[in-house]
């Protein structure tokens, strides 16, 4: 099945995963401009109000962007909403998006009917992320257009499965658009994700380290020197399983090799959890797929090296094809 035609606009299949705190307009505008999709969490708009003014700001300069630039139209761009009932304002946040009629939405943690009958009224569509196939066939039973497999390696809130064995499932039965989320980090890789029977690419730690990312620069150098061993898996944080930095949590007083269980009950996003250290504001989430990432660069020159490694990975794996 071909990508739905909102993705035509794409430089690169890639899509920039929604960063709490780290992801704002900034981001998401340089994303777009760079032809990748930009997303955001609605949650990183606070208070509520001020997403009305980032969904205000987004549109406007991407539009001039386009009246200037109509050779290279920027990408459409995402909101990331947590359908979990810990989300108190959710109901706003849609109604917010219908009055902006954004073109992506991206769900987690819950999928909802009438929220995707709601996007689809004002002629967005959904992506639900996943992290096995059996929630991955709620999500289209509910109406989800499509689906991000989260596989084992991604940041924040990750599932455990490999991408080879969750894609493979999923397509067995799917035909629709699929985002790989899952260690990826270098252009070789989003090409590896179209190979296992993905549409697109689905990033979001090697976002950090640009300059348009609101994060920490301690945050930012942790991305440039680690590495997949600087990973550490746990619900503690959350209370649902994600991946975070070492660096940070050692900076907390933890000792990441001997962390306790969390709780589900006590999930509050962007509260701590259950901790005194504050998920993702002192815990750092990360992907393993770090290791690629040398320095801090502006996303446009961050989009460009992705795009020559994506066409030096076609013309390698093309070359072994003919031998």
């Not at 899952?182 to 640009?210: E, K, N, P, V």
């Not at 150098?221 to 991946?243: C, K, M, P, Q, W």
């Not at 504001?281 to 795009?307: C, H, M, N, T, Y």
Request: aromatic content about 8%; proline content about 6%; overall charge negative.
């Amino acid at each position: 099945m071909a990508l739905p035609p909102i993705f035509d606009r794409l430089r690169l299949p890639v899509i920039g995963s929604p960063l709490f705190i780290v992801s704002g307009p900034e981001l998401v505008i340089a994303q777009c401009k760079a032809g990748v999709v930009g997303s955001f969490p609605a949650l990183n708009a606070r208070p509520q109000s001020l997403l009305d003014e980032w969904l205000h700001q987004i549109t406007e300069e991407l539009a001039a962007w386009d009246r200037d630039n109509p050779d290279r139209l920027s990408a459409p761009y995402a909101v990331n909403q947590i359908v979990h009932k810990s989300n108190d304002r959710l109901e706003q946040d849609i109604a917010t998006c219908a009055k902006w009629k954004v073109p992506i939405t991206i769900t987690s943690l819950g999928a909802r009917e009438e929220l995707n009958q709601a996007v689809h009224g004002w002629g967005g569509i959904t992506l639900h992320d996943v992290i096995d196939d059996r929630f991955a066939r709620k999500a289209v039973e509910k109406g989800a257009d499509g689906l991000i497999p989260v596989a084992a390696g991604a940041g924040g809130h990750a599932g455990v499965q490999s991408p080879f064995a969750l894609v493979q499932e999923i397509r067995e039965w799917f035909d629709g658009p699929v985002a790989l989320s899952g260690a990826i980090g270098h252009g070789r890789s989003i090409l590896a994700a179209q190979a296992c029977g993905a549409d697109l690419a689905y990033m979001g730690s090697a976002f950090i380290a640009t300059a348009e990312a609101n994060a920490d620069p301690g945050y930012k150098n942790g991305i440039v020197e680690g590495r997949a061993a600087d990973i550490v898996y746990s619900n503690l944080f959350t209370g649902v399983h994600g991946n975070y930095l070492r660096g940070s949590i050692v900076n907390a007083g933890m000792d990441p090799d001997n962390l306790p269980e969390g709780d589900l009950k006590t999930m509050n996003f962007g509260s701590g959890g259950n901790t005194k250290a504050k998920a993702w504001k002192d815990i750092w989430g990360s992907g393993q797929g770090i290791s690629p990432v040398r320095g801090v660069l502006p996303v446009a020159d961050f989009v460009a090296q992705l795009e020559d490694q994506y066409i030096a990975a076609r013309r390698e794996l093309e070359a072994k094809v003919r031998l």
